[in-house]
Every structure is written in structure tokens, then in C-alpha cells.
């Protein structure tokens, strides 16, 4: 994008005594995010407090320095790293000529550009219309100076300037059609469940490397990019492992720090795939300064989406690149590997192939060489160690592991070996 076209956005953060280094990280992410929704960040304004001002977020003198460098730099947008409460919004809209716009909206415009399927559009104006209803009451004068740009996409000026009561009438309606959507992808979901098939969930901090590794493993074609919030919507593919195994793998949307409430709430249900998962992937940039934080993030929210409890393989990506602080965390099973190189990639599905190993039970079964379907069935629903053919026998011994609930298991105790 030529970068005149580009929107110029200043950037305000007010740091708290106990945030400290954390807090020039969470700016940078700022500066990132803004990148990500193709804006260019100008400046930043970083004021130390010991809490945010109730009216105006950043102290009154804090106010006029902005006001200064508003005039001097002449930004399209001023960016709060919070979220503002709409007295605070309504307060610096009245002082500031720019458009004032705060991290969650930042967040829901990326959301807005990145959502290709139909459910994740629903998701992204369900959480933008519930982020506008209390902000609705004094907008009017703000929202006539809109002319589209960062903070605006989505449900439109038009539809911003309707009544609460509109508002509420689409919101019940998009619940009502993600419902819909919701159900019909249970129904997948109970179909994959019946059928007993592996399910991995890969889950991270965006821009951990998740799609880049997802299509190396399933040879899928995802968003790669190097932005936050490259992927959006869930995919699901299929996953070989070396035995020949077939699981399935989902690539999921990338967390943040400070995911807005109502995101967390509006993708509760793609997050759905990962609490149906029987393995999590979760993949952690190591050469990123703050990994440590991106990793206590996204395991805080899989705490609050009920999801911690399942088996997990912490995978840390980008090893070619890793940072010189880099130590990996002892609290799970890990792995360090590129997401680019293929003997990393196979020592990785040696290792989910493991992990599935201990959730099954081993087996040796003698199989008629007639039963040609059962065999190959065996070959991509069990992890197959060993098959012996045997001429005197007409039959294939066959030694592996399978769980036992499967529908195959039954044909398996049938012509099960005592070894």
C-alpha cells in the first residue's frame, strides 16, 4: 500500500506503577496492530500514573501536550491502548479534531478486514454492535465527521447512527443465525466424535507461526503473513502421521493480550473445535523478546474458555531465529523446531504421534488376507507399528494401537493374538 494512502495515527498509553516493562511491549503491539490495519503510527504519548484518569484516560496537562501534537503532526486517528469508556471517548472527541479510537476498536477493525467466512463476519459485527450499543449516546456529532478509515469498518457510518433498538433488533439476529451455524458445525463435530477421529487444535499468540505450520503439516493453503490476526476463521484439515495414522488438525484464530470481552465472548464458538480437541498444539514464537507473557496469555484464556485440562504439546517455533533469553518452560511437553524445515516438521508428528500413543492400547490382531478393507481401515485409523505377512497363515499379523472405543476396535478383539 503506498504509504501516503496510508492512515496516520498517533498513539497514547498510560503506564500503571505495577506494569513496567510490559507496558512499552503492549505499545509496540499497539504500533503493530495499527500496522496490521494498514495505518502507519507517528508518534507515541506515554504518560506514568498511578491510575487512569476517570474522564480522560491521560491527565489534563497529558490532554494538551496531545492537543499540541495533534496540531503539529496532523494524525488521520488518535489510538488509546485501552478500552475507553464512552464518557472518556465523548470527553477527548470534544477536544481533539482527530478520530478517537481505542485498542478494542483497533482489534475489531483488524477482525472486520480478516473475516472471510460468513460466521466469522456474523462474530465480528455481533462483537462491534455490542461495543457500540453504550457508546451510542453522543456519538452523533463524532460519527458525522466519520469518513470511513481504521475504527470504522464493519456494520457502516449508517448503521452506527440508528437507535439502540435497531441495534438490538440485529444483534438478537445474528445470535440467532450463529446459532444456526453453531449447530449445524456440532453436527460435524458429533459425525467426527462417532467416527472417533483425533483431533488436534493448534492454538497461540497470532503471529506464533500457527498457519505456517498448519500448511506444512496438511499441505493446506491458509493465510500466511507476517501480521496479527493472519487467520480468522477456523480451518480443518487432515493430518498423516509417519505410521500413516489420520488425524485432524485445526488452525485457529491467534490470541492477544487485552482480547476485547466481547471478542472472547463472539468466538467462544469457533473455539468450540479446541475444546472438542483430544491434543493441544500450542505453538509459541521463540524469538519473540516477550514469548514468556504470549505463552501465560493464551494458556490464561484457554483457562477461561474451560479448556486447560486438555493434554498439551507446547511446540516452540522459529528455533532458526531464537531469542538469546530463550529458556522453554517446564510446565509442559515441548518441542523446538522451524515450522520451515521438514525434519523438524516429522520430528514433530513423531512426537504427536507419541502422545497419542499413551491415550490408546496396544494391540497384535491375526488378519485374513481376504479382509482387504479391515487392513487398509487399520492402517489409517490405529497406529500401525508392525504388519508380518504369513504365507502358511494366508493372514497378516499386525501389531499396533488403537483406542478402544473406536468402531474398529470390535473387528480388532475379533482376531486379537495372544502375544
Do not use: W
Not at 501480521?227 to 476463521?233: H, N, S
Not at 514433530?348 to 496396544?362: D, N, P, R
Not at 497384535?364 to 479382509?371: F, M, W
Not at 478393507?373 to 490405529?382: A, F, G, R, W
Amino acid at each position: 500500500m503506498n504509504n501516503d494512502l496510508k492512515e496516520r495515527a498517533i498513539l497514547v498509553g498510560c503506564q500503571l506503577d505495577e506494569q513496567d516493562g510490559q507496558f512499552f511491549y503492549s505499545m509496540d503491539e499497539l504500533a503493530s496492530l495499527i500496522e496490521t490495519a494498514q495505518g502507519e503510527a507517528v508518534l507515541m504519548l506515554t504518560q506514568k500514573r498511578d491510575r487512569i484518569h476517570p474522564s480522560t484516560y491521560i491527565g489534563k496537562g497529558k490532554v494538551e501536550e496531545l492537543k499540541q501534537l495533534e496540531e503539529e503532526f496532523e494524525p488521520d486517528l488518535i489510538v488509546f491502548n485501552d478500552e475507553l469508556s464512552p464518557s472518556q471517548v465523548r470527553n477527548l472527541s470534544a477536544q481533539l479534531n482527530a478520530r478517537v479510537i481505542d485498542r478494542t476498536q483497533l482489534i475489531l477493525d483488524i477482525f472486520a478486514r480478516r473475516a472471510r467466512s460468513r460466521e466469522g463476519q456474523l462474530q465480528v459485527e455481533l462483537a462491534q454492535l455490542q461495543y457500540l450499543l453504550p457508546r451510542l449516546a453522543g456519538q452523533g456529532a463524532a460519527l458525522s465527521r466519520l469518513g470511513g478509515g481504521i475504527g470504522t469498518r464493519g456494520p457502516g457510518e449508517t448503521k452506527l447512527e440508528t437507535d439502540r433498538r435497531h441495534i438490538r433488533r440485529r444483534i438478537d439476529e445474528i445470535k440467532r443465525q450463529l446459532q444456526i451455524i453453531v449447530e449445524h458445525r456440532q453436527r460435524y463435530r458429533s459425525r467426527r466424535k462417532k467416527n472417533k477421529a483425533f483431533q488436534i487444535a493448534l492454538v497461540g499468540y497470532t503471529n506464533a507461526g500457527k498457519s505456517t505450520l498448519f500448511n506444512r503439516l496438511t499441505s493446506s493453503d491458509s493465510l500466511e503473513e507476517n501480521q496479527l490476526f493472519a487467520t480468522l476463521d477456523p480451518m480443518t484439515r487432515k493430518l498423516v502421521l509417519p505410521s500413516r495414522y489420520q488425524a485432524i488438525l485445526t488452525d485457529t484464530v491467534g490470541f492477544i493480550q487485552d482480547l476485547p470481552t466481547t471478542l472472547v465472548a463472539a468466538f467462544r464458538s469457533t473455539l468450540e473445535e479446541v475444546r472438542e480437541a483430544d491434543l493441544i498444539l500450542h505453538v509459541v514464537d521463540s524469538s519473540n523478546p516477550d514469548y514468556a507473557q504470549h505463552q501465560a496469555t493464551v494458556r490464561e484464556l484457554l483457562k477461561q474458555l474451560e479448556m486447560d485440562h486438555l493434554p498439551e504439546l507446547t511446540v516452540y517455533n522459529k528455533k532458526d531465529q531464537v531469542h538469546s533469553e530463550f529458556v522453554p518452560s517446564s510446565q509442559a511437553k515441548s518441542l523446538l523446531i522451524s515450522a520451515l524445515n521438514p525434519s523438524d516438521r516429522e520430528r514433530l508428528k513423531e512426537q504427536i504421534e507419541g502422545m497419542l500413543k499413551e491415550q490408546m492400547t496396544a494391540y497384535y490382531a491375526q488378519i485374513p488376507s481376504a479382509e482387504g478393507k479391515l487392513i487398509s481401515q487399520l492402517q489409517s485409523e490405529t497406529i500401525v507399528e508392525q504388519i508380518k505377512y504369513s504365507e502358511a497363515e494366508q493372514a497378516y499379523f499386525i501389531m499396533g494401537y488403537s483406542f478402544t472405543d473406536h468402531p474398529v476396535y470390535g473387528a480388532i478383539e475379533k482376531y486379537k493374538v495372544n502375544s
